[in-house]
């Protein structure tokens, strides 16, 4: 439990807390800016909330960065800790004396909080003890809204944290992980389908694809068999004539290659290799600009000459190699030609294969676009199913939880009115809530039934602690306030209140808040000494 909060910010700190209730007391006016909703804010942010640094900004900009001190008592061992406004993603573990050991993230104080509340894995401490610190102007004080935990949260998400709380999740949790895989399967098929990535086809094509791959599988058949009846062996069709003409090409094509390596040779040597002796006269002179040039060149075009000149012996030779080489390119030519005759001499074969080879194309994609339309169905339904199940399990522990709330409301209810008035009502499904007093729904009546949720939820759950700012309190009529102070009083659990005016109560209650009084507040008495809301002129209220 908290049991301590001390700022050095406070000219007065409060008392220590205790089990059950503590109430921060206003005074009989009413007194607005003195400080009730901003120490009910330190408390929630003490216990890891960041309400008081978002919201809370003008406090923070009027006293300045401040660390909030404070102890946490479990099996009657304490636990030192402080938090700075302008650090607030820490908190510092300390000794008794408040000196910090070492300052861990907020998250690993979070899971803290959660092991030493015994909160079951599924739950979020700030989630749960969050969600029901309603703290003005936290968006959770919404009498007409009380589950979620600010304006815009979707309603589901707002059940899904009170199955949590009544650690019932887990019965349902395996089928909503299964039923949002499935779904998430099913989307990326479809998302598949619309880039035209994978078959995408109706019903109606299915039925006459099916049709097609009846047709397709007896053509196929027939073809097969032509093939089989038409068709010899390869090799049989070459035969030796085949064998001889590729041994003989092989042997033809060494020899051409080895005449061009001949006659190349030949030019090479005639003429010489020129291009790579080629000299730039401007580059010669850049590098010597005393070079005669004139010289260069005589020199250079007696090579030209001389490159030009070929022996006559060399000529007849040369010109016995190109006739060889003419001669064996036809009778290459020659024998490709025979060998295309042979090997072409099955054509009516050669286009069954080709239609065969068509038809087994066309029935493939049929085949894929069926086999996809059943895989896309089959996902569809899986979806369907599972999501059937999850719905049908989550209502069943929905409802569970739905008549244990509304019992528990008709007991507390019952106690405030001495069961002289209708008692409220939480009617749960799966995306959406409703809760109301059937013939009434005055503000008075809304505010009550908020505060009497709240209280059902910490008598069932393992909700540690409540928050409940006097917005929420000073709308309720003083004869079911006075019930409802002898509830707070009787909590086993922390319940943290703001309350003024308090000479307006009977007797019961202006004894039961000043008995659980832990801070009293007042004009000229504020939390940090003073109001920045009251100007120096009028010292009025704002």
Partial sequence: MLQRIICDKFPKQPNPFQKGLNVVLGDDNATNSIGKST??????????????????????????????????????????????????????????????????????????????????????????AGRYSRIYPKQNTDQKDPLVTAKGEPKAQAILALLKLFNSYKIISDLLREYNQLNEQKKTISASQKLNLVPSIGKKDYEKNIKQIDALRNQISLVRESILTQTVDIEAIMGDE???????????????????????????????????????????????????????????????????????????????????????????????????????????????????????????????ENAFFEKVKDINQKVDAKHTEYIEQQQTVILSIQNDINKDLDTLNKYIYNAQAISPTLLLKEKSYEYKTENDNGTGTEFKNLVILDLAILNLTTLPIVIHD????????????????????????QIFIAFDKLSSYPETTQKIMNDHCVLKLSRNSELFGYSWSRTAANDSEK
């Fill in 39 to 128: 120490f009910l804010m330190l408390i929630d942010f003490a216990l890891g909330g960041d309400d008081y640094i978002e919201l809370d900004k003008d406090t923070i900009s009027k006293v300045g960065d401040h660390a909030v001190k404070f102890i946490l008592s479990f099996d009657e061992e304490k636990f030192y800790f402080y938090r700075n406004t302008n650090d607030a993603e820490y908190v510092h573990y300390c000794n008794d004396k408040f000196e910090s050991i070492n300052k861990r993230k907020l998250s690993e104080f979070k899971d803290f909080l959660k092991e030493k509340y015994n909160l079951s894995e599924d739950v979020s401490f700030r989630n749960s």
């Fill in 242 to 368: 085949v064998r001889f003409l590729k041994s003989r090409r092989t042997k033809i094509t060494a020899s051409i290659n080895s005449i061009n390596a001949t006659l190349e040779r030949i030019i090479k040597d005639a003429t010489g290799d020129k291009k790579s002796d080629y000299v730039s006269y401007d580059e010669l002179l850049k590098f010597f600009p005393n070079v005669d040039i004139e010289r260069v060149k005589k020199v250079d075009n007696f090579h030209v000459e001389i490159s030009k000149i070929i022996s006559k012996e060399t000529k007849e030779y040369k010109h016995q190699l190109e006739e060889r080489l003419k001669a064996f390119k036809e009778e290459v030519s020659a024998i490709n030609d025979r060998i295309a005759s042979i090997t072409n001499a099955d054509n009516s074969t050669q286009i069954a294969l080709e239609n065969f080879s068509k038809l087994e194309s066309v029935l493939k994609k049929l085949n894929e």
């Fill in 470 to 493: 006097s917005i929420l309190l000073k709308n309720i009529q003083n004869d079911a306030m006075d019930k409802i102070a002898q509830l707070y009083a009787s909590s086993k659990k």
